[in-house]
């Protein structure tokens, strides 16, 4: 009866956070971005020509249903190995040295980033992506609702390298939640539509940060730009699109220009 009480707990309170976290950051991005600021931001749109229509708003809704449910199943198996002590996730913050808990959480965006890379490699196969990935891609223009549309088991796969470096590593339970912020942050960026990094940027020390400009060009060169967080592994392999600082620097002169 006790295991019962637990999962119906981790349940719920797995909803609740998943949902709003995800619903208000998408639909915060949407209201400001392609609604209420539209005609200011104008200058800052990646493509001249907007194709987004309802049709394409109404699919992603649906597609993020499924998402949302899936990352809540998700999260629950975490919270539930949690609490069964079968990984370090830890809640006392004095349990472990306070640096240290501030060292994981940017080993867990290390980790993330690798593994988005790969795991994001492998939906571009044909089988792959035929079955799976290409829910996603049917958004050749993207906005914040692109963020969350996906097929239902990539989300399971998205984030499962989270249960076996919980078994390794010790994390602070608040630091998991600061995590999903960082990634649901990161993925509404890169579905805005709209560049809003300065011209200087991929000029500076940051330039290994990617851009919502990088991923858009993904949505219209699918076997290019694989990144998730920095742009290190599609420079390694070689897989971002040649001419990417290029057309960053071009929609800057336009945002300029216009």
Wanted: proline share 2%; glycine share 0%; net charge positive.
């Amino acid at each position: 009866m006790q295991l019962f009480e637990n999962i119906i707990t981790i349940l719920t309170g797995s909803i609740v956070e998943t949902t709003l976290i995800n619903w208000i950051v998408v639909y915060i991005a949407y209201l400001l971005v392609w609604k209420k600021l539209k005609q200011k931001i104008i200058n800052h749109r990646i493509q001249a020509t907007e194709r987004v229509n309802d049709k394409q708003i109404k699919r992603e809704l649906k597609s993020a249903i499924s998402t949302i449910i899936a990352f809540t199943i998700f999260n629950s198996i975490v919270y539930y190995l949690a609490i069964m002590w079968y990984t370090k996730i830890y809640t006392n913050i004095f349990d472990y040295n306070i640096f240290l808990s501030i060292i994981v959480l940017i080993w867990l965006v290390i980790i993330d980033d690798t593994w988005f890379y790969w795991y994001h490699r492998l939906l571009h196969t044909k089988k792959w992506f035929r079955y799976v990935h290409f829910v996603h891609h049917k958004s050749f223009d993207v906005n914040p609702l692109t963020s969350l549309s996906f097929h239902i088991i990539e989300p399971f796969f998205l984030f499962f390298w989270i249960i076996p470096v919980a078994m390794i590593i010790p994390i602070y339970a608040p630091l998991l939640i600061i995590f999903q912020i960082i990634s649901i942050l990161n993925n509404v960026k890169s579905h805005l539509w709209y560049e809003f990094y300065s011209k200087w940027f991929n000029k500076s020390i940051f330039k290994f940060v990617s851009t919502s400009t990088h991923h858009n060009m993904h949505h219209s060169k699918i076997n290019w730009n694989y990144w998730w967080y920095f742009r290190i592994w599609d420079k390694l392999l070689k897989t971002e699109f040649p001419d990417y600082e290029l057309v960053f620097d071009n929609i800057q002169e336009n945002i300029l220009k216009k």
